[in-house]
């Protein structure tokens, strides 16, 4: 294994207003641990919006269920999802779909912000964003079924092999309830071979669609660290970072927000007439045949 990680080389401050936020240092430390903490990054009002409108979800749930918010044991924008969950779990599932919706998760992935710091991470004048790619995730406290195991993006994704995801809190995430696991410097490389398993997600669960072939071996050799950061901080990471979620041990849900960015100019995409992945319906074996490793499957 290599030295210890710390998130602190990765980590940046800056006028998230600028044309040009990120220094030559810290794309210079995108470039090599392949991820960037962006402290502050969301607009605060924007993060307040978005507890505002999914504390109305929650709210016109709870009355279709005819349950009461104050028998909640939760404090936070989110009082009666516990109640929910209890209630009709199943329910909740839908909340989870309808949630990336909002028209504030629009103002977070597609603010003057994020377009400038595409840009400046794949050295693009025209970065695109995946809507099959953007989601706002609700991990439960204890619930480990729909947990994402080691992954590179880009298989579900593909377009650009130049593309970058933003996963952005919503809730502080700690050790405790479950933040983003990474493994820095493995963007170098490149996309590694997969076994498929559900090539088109029939089952509905990506996490359990493709393995990366001789993933302990990979680990072995690279230092691999947990990233807690506050709400409106953003990690932003290479389609090819090795990354994984956590548990969550706590006693409340995880909200967190996932948009992946593209380079349409880089030659991949092209090619490949900027056709997306799993997540747009297509079969990554058509494309990268000499990704699929071991015997074929699903
Ligand atoms: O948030 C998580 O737990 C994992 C998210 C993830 O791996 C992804 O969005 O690709």
């Known amino acids: ?14 006028d998230w207003d600028a044309e040009r936020p990120l220094s030559e240092t810290a794309l210079a430390a995108y470039g090599e641990h392949g991820c960037l903490l962006l402290r502050e990054f969301a607009a605060a009002d924007v993060v307040t919006r978005f507890r505002d409108e999914a504390a109305t979800m929650i709210g016109l749930l709870l009355a279709e269920l005819r349950l009461e918010r104050a028998a909640s044991t939760l404090e936070r924008f989110d009082r009666g ?80 092999d130049n593309a970058v995801t ?3 809190p919503l809730v502080d995430v700690d050790e405790a309830n479950g933040c983003l696991r990474l493994a820095p410097r493995t963007q170098r490389l490149g996309a590694l071979p997969v076994h498929v398993r559900d090539a088109l997600n029939a089952r509905r669960n990506a996490n359990e669609a493709l393995e990366i072939d001789g993933l302990e071996a990979i680990l072995a050799r690279h230092a691999e660290l947990a ?23 706590s006693d409340a849900t995880r909200w967190t927000l996932q948009a992946r960015y593209f380079d ?35």
């Open 227 to 249: 990233v807690p950061a506050r709400a409106g901080d953003a990690l932003v990471f290479h389609t090819f970072l090795l990354h994984r979620s956590q548990p969550n041990r």
């Open 1 to 14: 294994m290599g030295e210890t990680a710390t998130a602190e080389r990765f980590t940046v401050r800056a």
């Open 81 to 160: 999802l516990d109640l929910l969950l209890t209630a009709d779990r199943a329910r909740v599932g839908r909340l989870y779909m309808a949630v990336r919706k909002l028209p504030s998760v629009y103002s977070l992935i597609t603010a003057p912000r994020v377009w400038a710091v595409m840009r400046q991470l794949m050295a693009t004048r025209l970065p695109g964003i995946y809507p099959n790619g953007t989601g706002v995730r609700m991990d439960h406290p204890g619930e480990e079924t729909y947990l994402s195991p080691w992954h590179q993006e880009y298989p579900y994704n593909l377009t650009s």
């Open 264 to 298: 349409f100019l880089n030659p991949t995409a092209v090619r490949h007439d900027w056709v997306g992945g799993m997540n747009e319906g297509v079969d990554f074996r058509r494309y990268h045949p000499e990704l699929v490793a071991g015997p074929a499957e699903g």
């Open 166 to 168: 933003l996963w952005l």
